[in-house]
């Protein structure tokens, strides 16, 4: 097996030269490049991937952090992450932290000890965001809010709740009941919160009454939230309107059923993020859809540019998400 000495002493050029070619960085003559490359297609080089990682002191790794990857969410976000990064040669390291923010400091030390070349970070804790903008490398927040110095990625969720007060509205609801992540001024910073006042503000100027109800974000739990489901349908007979995320809405429409509500002539259901699952429902239950592969794409094409130096300071990716109509509200107009 031809070694990079063995490239070097072929094409008659230092170590050095080989490894710039390799690398793509650095000056070298084009008629030296192409003397190199033949060299290295005649005796079929293949780089030691893991020595080369060593040279440019590269893992060739990039963490991605989320609070639990059982979470549909999160899953897909992972999993297209994944597939993105290996098109562009890097592998993926999963790193759940379990609502701990130790697991989240020791994530950060292996950054900075170059363990990971980068990381897409879309946890849930409340470490201090200080611990990010001063590390100074790679980086990419996925719907967090970690300084103006660290790129990120989001949908724009204020419109997402606009868009979903308008459809209760216009279902006819006159007593909606939202669920929200943690109590009201608890909340970790992140631009999916606006969402939440945007939805509570729509029906406040439409004279609607709307009730915010605090529930555990994320966890993948089903009897959790069937729990939570059983107990509001009970509290709150008067409600004729939810708003909540796929998990929490698939357990009040399972709830509503065993309760023979009537849907949706008697109860309007919408859902926020529209995950893969979410589509086995029946009724079919109408969705505000997040663009996940797409969040994930600009996720890793950020990091990415960020581990090969590029420039994107001050970057915000902003994407749209989308209604898609179910069977949880009413067709036409009501």
Not at 191 to 210: L, S, W, Y
Not at 233 to 261: N, V
Not at 315 to 320: A, F, I, P
């Amino acid at each position: 097996m031809a070694t990079i000495q063995d490239v070097a002493k072929h094409a008659q050029v230092g170590v050095g030269t080989v490894s710039r070619v390799l690398s793509g960085k650095g000056y070298v003559k084009e008629e030296t490049r192409q003397k190199v490359q033949a060299s290295i297609d005649e005796l079929n080089y293949t780089p030691n991937e893991m020595a080369r990682n060593l040279f440019f002191q590269k893992s060739g790794i990039v963490a991605v952090i989320v609070p639990e990857v059982a979470h549909p969410f999160f899953a897909q976000f992972v999993n297209a992450a994944e597939m993105v990064l290996c098109e562009k040669g890097y592998q993926t390291m999963i790193c759940n932290t379990y609502y701990e923010q130790n697991y989240e400091q020791r994530y950060l030390e292996m950054l900075k000890r170059r363990r990971v070349d980068g990381i897409i970070f879309g946890a849930h804790t409340v470490l201090d965001i200080s611990q990010y903008e001063n590390i100074r490398l790679p980086i990419v927040a996925l719907d967090r809010d970690l300084g103006k110095n660290i790129p990120r990625v989001s949908v724009d969720h204020r419109a997402g709740g606009r868009i979903a007060a308008e459809e209760l509205i216009r279902s006819g609801c006159r007593n909606v009941l939202q669920f929200v992540g943690a109590k009201r001024g608890t909340e970790v910073s992140t631009p999916a919160n606006g969402r939440h006042d945007v939805f509570e503000e729509t029906m406040k100027q439409h004279g609607i009454p709307c009730r915010s109800i605090g529930v555990k974000w994320p966890t993948a739990d089903i009897s959790y939230y069937q729990t939570v489901a059983s107990r509001l349908l009970e509290d709150y007979p008067d409600i004729d309107g939810y708003f909540a995320t796929d998990l929490m809405s698939m357990a009040i429409l399972q709830s509503a059923l065993l309760h023979r509500k009537r849907i949706p002539e008697a109860l309007k259901l919408i859902t926020y993020d529209g995950t893969n699952g979410i589509g086995l429902t029946f009724p079919r239950i109408t969705a505000i859809v997040q663009p996940i592969e797409r969040l994930a794409s600009e996720a890793v094409q950020l990091v990415v540019d960020l581990i090969e130096g590029k420039s994107v300071e001050h970057r915000k990716v902003e994407l749209q998400a989308v209604l898609r109509p179910g069977d949880t509200t009413i067709k036409g107009n009501p």
